[in-house]
């Protein structure tokens, strides 16, 4: 059995893959050439003590995970559309992006749910109830977004893509050979996936919020902003335990299946070409791993990250 140190996500027509200091994304172009990039990963978050920390490490590794994902998505983008491969990962575009999907889906699954059963307020026997109503409603919101959005057929090449990324994973965890059909037997969730960590902050914030109570609207709107980070710290702590304990854990393995069972939404059969460039990612990523630090650092210090391509 390996560490559980890989984890990643799918982009435009490949997958970007994260392990201990390096990320790697892997594309196939409109010719079915494959195109490989990598980089290390920010030694001031990875290697910080803060990182040690519960509950703080969950928000840092969240918001530079957003970061990550924009960066590879954007990369992927251009090169899979047969654009210019030499893009830029950063700057306020990138970052301005990222504010924004996170103020739209705070509005949405956040705010919403929290204006309708406002209203009802009154016809509402008790503030459980009424946290959990909001709870009901911000869930099935989410819901039918992502299986709204599983029509599109260019998202559901992706949700693919997102189901080759977990079957390489499972497989590599599994220590299987890393080949198309071997990997091809491994189902296409995975108990540290990203939708599972979204249905755990849905669940955690009914809990924490009837703590408070029913309070005014205005302290209500308030309360509900200042929880996500809170949330969000406690459910990646949750979703790192189930990680490292879910195959040897009836309960977490039962309390992990409505997330599994999500997964089944956010992810698509792959086929044998998808997991072929999941393998690479992932086979690459492995390879710049194994590197000792100081021939890492020299093999980034040109361009501050590494790029081929295969026929």
Known sequence: MTELDYGGQAVMEGIMMRGKRHWTV???????????HSEPLSHVIYRSRVLRWPFVRGLVLLWDSLGLGLRALIWSADVALGEDEDVSFAGPLAWGTV????????????????????????HIASPVLGNAAEGGVRLLLFVAYIAGIGLIPDVRRVFAYHGAEHKTINAY?????????????????HPRCGTGFLLVVLVIFVFVSTLMGRPPLVVRLVSRIVLIPIVAGLSYEFLKLVGRHYRSNVLLRAL???GLALQRLTTREPDLDMLEVGIRALEELLRFDALPAQEDAASHQASGGDSSREG
């Open 99 to 122: 504010a924004l999907s996170l103020a739209l889906g705070t509005g949405l699954f956040v705010l919403v749910p929290m204006f309708l059963v406002s209203s009802l307020d009154q």
């Open 256 to 258: 992990a299946a409505p």
């Open 173 to 189: 965890e599994d220590g299987a050979p890393l080949q198309p059909t071997s990997v091809a037997r491994y189902p296409r969730a």
């Open 26 to 36: 892997c594309v196939r172009t409109l010719s079915g050439e494959l195109v490989l």
